[in-house]
């Protein structure tokens, strides 16, 4: 009989079905937590996690972003402790971190992506088009200026 979460072919070898299950739970229940907090009153664990679940399989293990491939081996690694003591460096060492990123606002039905932490970072409440957009003017930007450097 097949698991209702069952781990993305993707992930087997990678990590346990516990660890996965246990992310998974984690994920939903902050989700819905910050979500409810935002006034959203028909967010539940359930269907936050049938959504988190969904967008982990329609990955293949992929930031949906950038395309670059997510390091599954840090679910679950993170330390706040070891964070707040050595900053940027820790930081650093979780960029392509899997996290689950809403493609909304969260306030309508469970929706996600799955992106890497630096990218959620980046994107924060940002809707697709305006990220893009933002990360235009960024381009954009910086090579205006390097052209400007290289004529100068």
């Known amino acids: 009989m097949a698991r209702k979460y069952e781990l993305p072919s993707f992930l087997k070898g990678v990590l346990t079905q516990s660890a996965y299950d246990k992310w998974l739970h984690r994920k939903a229940v902050a989700h819905v937590r910050r979500d409810r907090k935002r ?15 969904k967008a982990v399989i329609g990955s293949e293990g992929l930031d949906f972003y950038t395309g670059e491939q ?21 930081k650093a060492r979780f960029t ?27 994107k924060n409440d940002l809707l697709l088009d305006e990220f ?16 400007s450097e290289e004529e100068g």
């Open 70 to 90: 997510l390091d599954w081996h840090l679910l679950s690694q993170y330390d706040n402790k070891e964070s707040k003591a050595d900053g940027r460096q820790y």
């Open 39 to 53: 006034g959203n009153v028909s967010a539940t664990n359930e269907s936050y996690k049938i959504a988190i679940h």
């Open 96 to 122: 392509l971190l899997p996290t689950a990123d809403h493609v909304n606002d969260g306030l309508g039905p469970a929706d996600f992506q799955i992106c890497a932490w630096r990218t959620n970072d980046a």
């Open 132 to 147: 893009i957009a933002l990360c235009e003017r960024v381009v954009d930007y910086q090579r205006k200026g390097q052209t």
